[in-house]
Nanobody
Framework: QVQLVESGGGSVQVGGSLRLSCAASGRTFNTGIMGWFRQAPGKEREFVAL????????YYADSVKGRFTISRDNAKNTVYLQMNRLKPEDTAVYYC?????????????????WGQGTQVTVSS
């Protein structure tokens, strides 16, 4: 099993920045691809960003492209999400995900491992 623990959420004003971290433990060799999804109140869970094991390939939702950056440190079993120029519509619970597949896609049900979520609130 793999455990994922997020940190770094909080409240910020429009235009501000936050950095989320996700620490993986357990059978971490199972987490080939890792990333982030989010869920706003009353909305479905949606893809935010993904990164392959090597870190060579990153994928972003159009809504965050150019503002968010995903990275990972395999020595620390940690993935990060740097969020800049935050907008009110970025307000959501952010979930770290992992999976042993090379490319599960952007549907949340494809991911085996989930963190507990961390709240991000952007106010104007």
């Amino acid at each position: 099993q793999v455990q994922l623990v997020e940190s770094g959420g909080g409240s910020v004003q429009v235009g501000g920045s936050l950095r989320l971290s996700c620490a993986a433990s357990g059978r971490t060799f199972n987490t080939g691809i890792m990333g982030w999804f989010r869920q706003a109140p009353g909305k479905e869970r949606e893809f935010v960003a993904l990164i392959t094991w090597s870190g060579a390939n990153m994928y972003y939702a159009d809504s965050v492209k150019g503002r968010f950056t995903i990275s990972r440190d395999n020595a620390k079993n940690t993935v990060y999400l740097q969020m800049n120029r935050l907008k009110p519509e970025d307000t959501a619970v952010y979930y770290c995900v992992g999976d042993s597949s090379i490319w599960p896609g952007i549907q949340p049900q494809k991911y085996d491992y989930w963190g507990q979520g961390t709240q991000v609130t952007v106010s104007s």
